[in-house]
């Protein structure tokens, strides 16, 4: 959005924009301020400011949307990275995403995006590529769907339909390759505008109360920093996640750890612990300028672990171990461990399915 200055925005606030020396810092903040147009010539009253673009005006925002002085920033924005291929689910997902297998009733992604919502988020941000089309089919208006169901009566399904389309803004963006994780936290950047934000991963579907991203939006709250997901696994797994190095917080209860190191699925026996990182995260936006440092690792990719590896160099990252089931619905016994589980607390199947799984004579099968 682009703005002619007025006079209720002329405040000490955005002396960095007018081309003002020695411009006042905002508490917390140690990024650069705005690019100033015309180069290196200093603003005059009728020039042109990008407030889209714009750092001290969005610090502005900020600082006023929560009404506290002292530079805490809410979290609003989550990210879902969904651009990657679903090769473990294949043939299954070579025609149709991953994430929008079917969950019982629901596609994977929806349960990402529900406890994001539970959680307090205001806008969404999903990062897609081809043949993912259907994701945002999945999440916008169905006007000839919605239009049958209301001809037939079907007001109970009209309900459930229109409430998917009509939950959160939502944006896309595509990453136009594979390259990874942190990768696609990269790509977007400019969607996110330089606030701290959540990274949901739709493989990990979560059952907890409060939300697991609720609870770490809580950790951010009174420590204003990143704050990654953990939990334990048997040590001869720990080859399938990214593996912290931490001491525990005193006042945590063992919850919440200040992160030394963090190693990319060291092998069984090389791992620095038993706690490893799940697809949640609360990230500030110094992630980007460590992701765009951050060189291919392993497989050939940007990987999230890297840069936040070199975030660690910058500002304390601590990892917290959430109260709640964690199902791994990326991989095909976890999908199928989950779609038991949740049919058998669905309200309308969870009767009649537990009766036919009783019924089976599993020994025979």
């Not at 005059?44 to 600082?63: A, E, K, M, P």
């Not at 805490?72 to 990275?81: H, L, T």
């Not at 307090?120 to 169905?142: C, W």
């Not at 912290?244 to 963090?262: K, N």
Request: aromatic share 6%.
């Amino acid at each position: 959005m682009v703005c002619r200055e007025e006079s209720a925005f002329r405040l000490s606030l955005f002396d960095g924009c007018l081309g003002r020396p020695n411009p006042p810092q905002i508490p917390g903040d140690n990024a650069p301020h705005c690019t100033r147009a015309g180069g290196d010539r200093p603003l005059d009253l009728h020039s042109t400011i990008d407030f889209g673009r714009c750092h001290c005006f969005n610090q502005f925002l900020n600082l006023n949307n929560t009404g506290d002085k002292k530079g805490m920033s809410k979290i609003r924005r989550a990210v879902f990275p969904a651009a990657g291929l679903g090769t473990r689910f294949l043939p299954a997902t070579k025609a149709q995403p991953k994430e929008m297998l079917p969950l019982v009733d629901k596609p994977i992604i929806q349960y990402a995006v529900e406890e994001a919502i539970a959680s307090g988020i205001e806008n969404l941000v999903i990062v897609t590529g081809r043949g993912k089309n259907s994701i945002e089919d999945h999440f916008d208006v169905a006007f000839e769907l919605e239009k049958i169901l209301e001809d037939r009566g079907k007001s109970d399904l009209l309900s459930i339909v229109r409430s998917i389309s009509g939950m959160v803004p939502i944006s896309y963006i595509r990453q136009k390759e594979a390259l990874g994780l942190g990768h696609a936290v990269l790509t977007a950047r400019d969607l996110v505008d330089n606030e701290p934000f959540a990274v949901l991963l739709g493989d990990d579907v979560i059952v907890s109360a409060p939300p697991c991203i609720r609870q770490m939006i809580d950790v951010y709250d009174r420590y204003q920093t990143s704050v990654v997901a953990i939990m334990e696994v048997p040590e001869r797994e720990t080859n399938r996640y990214g593996i912290i190095q931490g001491d525990p917080l005193p006042e945590s209860g063992g919850r919440l750890y200040e992160v030394r190191d963090m190693v990319e699925k060291p092998p069984a026996g090389d791992a620095p612990s038993n706690l490893a990182i799940i697809g949640r995260y609360i990230l500030t936006p110094l992630i980007f300028d460590c992701l765009a440092e951050t060189g291919k690792g392993s497989g050939g990719e940007i990987q999230l672990t890297d840069g936040l590896r070199r975030l660690m160099a910058k500002q304390r990252v601590l990892a917290y171990k959430f109260d709640g089931k964690r199902h791994d619905a990326g991989d095909k016994l976890g999908f199928l461990k989950a779609t038991v589980e949740f049919a058998l607390e669905n309200g309308e199947l969870g009767p009649a399915f537990r009766s036919y799984l009783k019924s089976l004579d599993i020994d025979n099968l």
